[in-house]
């Protein structure tokens, strides 16, 4: 019984960041956070991805919902390390599948532009200003450690999602469609 409230009670810190007013804008892009994180999540289970990319996929910007004040950090020019923040949330409720990806999809946007001429292309203003406070282009060295790190192939792909997962206004499924892979993955950590 304490694990069944252990599931339920992740939804429900889950859908209680969700929907905080912190949810509503996403750092100079034109989307609302919560909408992106969807989106991201749609086009994962669109792929037939794991559970556990999905989830990863749903979760990956909510340290923008844990950080104190992510907008004024961003208006500043700081980086206030939304990737490790996560992380960190999601590795105390979740499998290692879940949270490294999360933790390293800004790394992997960093790795994508410094890999692919073409990638940079595809990124926002408001992703490339935050790449800039994020570390930009990656060395030679950070490149070959980058790939050799658990759950790098599985952020690149997050990472892909996240660009194509700015639409305002699209049609996402709810919160709740993700309850029973949620609930699932948080018993398996």
């Not at 509503?24 to 994180?37: P, Q, R, S, T």
């Not at 960190?88 to 999360?102: D, H």
Request: net charge negative.
């Amino acid at each position: 019984m304490a694990l069944e409230r252990s599931k339920m009670d992740v939804y429900s810190e889950i859908e209680e960041l969700f929907t905080s007013g912190v949810s509503e804008e996403y750092l100079g892009e034109d989307v609302k956070l919560v909408e992106h994180m969807l989106q991201c999540a749609d086009h994962a289970r669109a792929s037939g991805a794991p559970s556990e990319l999905v989830i990863a996929a749903l979760l990956h910007d909510i340290g923008h919902l844990l950080v104190d004040d992510a907008a004024a950090a961003h208006i500043a020019g700081e980086d206030a390390h939304h990737d490790e923040i996560g992380a960190q949330w999601i590795e105390a409720r979740f499998p290692e599948s879940v949270s490294e990806p999360v933790r390293l999809h800004v790394d992997a946007k960093r790795y994508l532009v410094s890999t692919d001429p073409l990638y940079m292309a595809k990124l926002s203003e408001a992703s490339i200003h935050t790449l800039r406070l994020q570390g930009g282009l990656m060395d030679q060295d950070q490149i070959k450690d980058f790939f050799t790190l658990p759950g790098a192939k599985a952020a690149i792909q997050v990472r892909l999602w996240d660009d194509v997962a700015k639409i305002r206004d699209k049609a996402t499924s709810t919160l709740d469609s993700f309850r029973i892979e949620i609930e699932n993955l948080a018993g398996n950590r």
